[in-house]
Every structure is written in structure tokens, then in C-alpha cells.
């Protein structure tokens, strides 16, 4: 008889510590600036959600002497980043990583294609407390805005 023969496998993870698909209320518990193995700068950006687990997402930032085109598609990934996390544009020339811990967000995390491994596919800043007057429920409905734009009235 296996020591293992008592353990009901099912019971675990392969992810014990991070966030599996699904949707969750996270907040930003650290934020910091490296490079990658293969020499690229980047944003980590870590989301922690109630229950303790958490997930990082990486946005490569964008350097001067990085081909223009990818400049520019490395410094629309970081507009997007800061936006989605409700940060106004007219501070983003002075922040510092740190100042994204403590900012709320709704996230939706899936699976990685080909890969045991899961990533954010979307983020939207949380509204919480008496102040979103049913903006979120508002926020929530994009899917139903027509192609053409606008919403009938």
C-alpha cells in the first residue's frame, strides 16, 4: 500500500496559489519594474483577490532604442494597462509602480491557449462604496452597445 493511497488528488491543483478562470474582485498588492531572461523591461503588475490567491500580468514597457514600430505597440499595451486600471492620463508621466498597489479592479482570468497556465483577459476599475449610483450595472452592459456605436434611445 502507497502512502499516497489516502490522498483524493481531485482535491488539489496544479495552480494552488494563483487565480483559475473566472472572475474576480482584486486589488494591485504589488507593482514593480524588471527585465525578462531575454533582456525585455517590463511592468509586473500583481492582482490579489480575497480568498488569498492571486495572479500577475506583465506589460513590456517601452524603450528608446526599441524599433519603432514595436515602441509603439509597447507603449499602446501600457495606455491600455493604465486606463483599464482607472488611472487619470494626466498623471501617468509622474507615477511610480508603487503607486498602483491598493487600486481596485474587476478582472476575468482563462486559460492560457496550448498552456496549463492562465492569464487576465480583461480588466475594469472596480466602483465601490455609496458613490457608483449604478454605474457599474451601467459599465457591465457594454457587450449590448450596437456595432455602429451608441445605444438607442
Given at each position: 500500500?502507497?502512502?499516497?493511497?489516502?490522498?483524493?488528488?481531485?482535491?488539489?491543483?496544479?495552480?494552488?496559489?494563483?487565480?483559475?478562470?473566472?472572475?474576480?474582485?482584486?486589488?494591485?498588492?504589488?507593482?514593480?519594474?524588471?527585465?525578462?531572461?531575454?533582456?525585455?523591461?517590463?511592468?509586473?503588475?500583481?492582482?490579489?483577490?480575497?480568498?488569498?490567491?492571486?495572479?500577475r500580468?506583465?506589460?513590456?514597457?517601452?524603450?528608446?532604442?526599441?524599433?519603432?514600430?514595436?515602441?509603439?505597440?509597447?507603449?499602446?499595451?501600457?495606455?491600455?494597462?493604465?486606463k483599464?486600471?482607472?488611472?487619470p492620463?494626466?498623471?501617468?508621466?509622474?507615477?511610480?509602480?508603487?503607486?498602483?498597489?491598493?487600486?481596485?479592479?474587476?478582472?476575468?482570468?482563462?486559460?492560457?491557449?496550448?498552456?496549463?497556465?492562465?492569464?487576465?483577459?480583461?480588466?475594469?476599475?472596480?466602483?465601490?462604496?455609496?458613490?457608483?449610483?449604478?454605474?457599474?450595472?451601467?459599465?457591465?452592459?457594454?457587450?449590448?452597445?450596437?456595432?455602429?456605436?451608441?445605444?438607442?434611445f
Amino acid at each position: 500500500m502507497s502512502i499516497f493511497s489516502d490522498v483524493n488528488f481531485d482535491e488539489g491543483s496544479d495552480n494552488p496559489f494563483g487565480l483559475e478562470s473566472g472572475d474576480y474582485d482584486v486589488v494591485v498588492s504589488e507593482a514593480k519594474i524588471e527585465r525578462s531572461e531575454k533582456g525585455n523591461l517590463g511592468l509586473w503588475v500583481t492582482f490579489s483577490a480575497e480568498n488569498g490567491k492571486s495572479i500577475r500580468k506583465w506589460t513590456t514597457m517601452p524603450e528608446s532604442d526599441q524599433e519603432e514600430e514595436t515602441r509603439k505597440r509597447n507603449t499602446s499595451f501600457l495606455r491600455l494597462l493604465l486606463k483599464q486600471l482607472g488611472v487619470p492620463q494626466d498623471r501617468w508621466n509622474q507615477l511610480d509602480p508603487e503607486d498602483l498597489v491598493g487600486i481596485e479592479a474587476r478582472i476575468i482570468v482563462v486559460p492560457q491557449k496550448d498552456s496549463d497556465y492562465f492569464q487576465v483577459k480583461k480588466i475594469t476599475p472596480r466602483i465601490t462604496g455609496d458613490h457608483s449610483d449604478g454605474l457599474q450595472e451601467f459599465m457591465s452592459k457594454s457587450d449590448d452597445v450596437p456595432a455602429g456605436g451608441g445605444l438607442g434611445f
